[in-house]
Nanobody
Framework: QVQLVESGGGLVQPGGSLRLSCAAS????????IGWFRQAPGKEREGISC????????YYADSVKGRFTISKDNANNTSYLQMNSLKPEDTAVYYC????????????????????WGQGTQVTVSS
């Protein structure tokens, strides 16, 4: 069974930075695309970023564009989400997800595209 474990969340002041990690086991991320999502209390899950299997394509939601950077380290079987200039509205539980797509150069934006999900990590941006 595919396992994804997120880490790196926590409490940070506005303007600060965090780097989330998504460690995969029992799969080789070289053949998988990655998506990052978040869900704030009382709100729907939001797709914020994704990276294609080949790492040639990435996507960022307007809400995080220019502040967040997604990466996929195939050697360490880990994806990262570098989050800079954090705002209170970034407060949410952050999830990574993955899908087997060795042939696909595209970036999967929809949550329904991903069968495998991590348990989530809480990010709180507050002074």
């Amino acid at each position: 069974q595919v396992q994804l474990v997120e880490s790196g969340g926590g409490l940070v002041q506005p303007g600060g930075s965090l780097r989330l990690s998504c460690a995969a086991s029992r799969i080789n991320l070289e053949n998988y695309a990655i998506g990052w999502f978040r869900q704030a209390p009382g709100k729907e899950r939001e797709g914020i970023s994704c990276i294609s299997t080949s790492r040639s394509n990435t996507y960022y939601a307007d809400s995080v564009k220019g502040r967040f950077t997604i990466s996929k380290d195939n050697a360490n079987n880990t994806s990262y989400l570098q989050m800079n200039s954090l705002k209170p509205e970034d407060t949410a539980v952050y999830y990574c997800a993955t899908v087997f797509r060795p042939w696909d150069a595209g970036c999967q934006r929809l949550s329904t595209s991903y069968p495998y999900w991590g348990q989530g990590t809480q990010v709180t941006v507050s002074s």
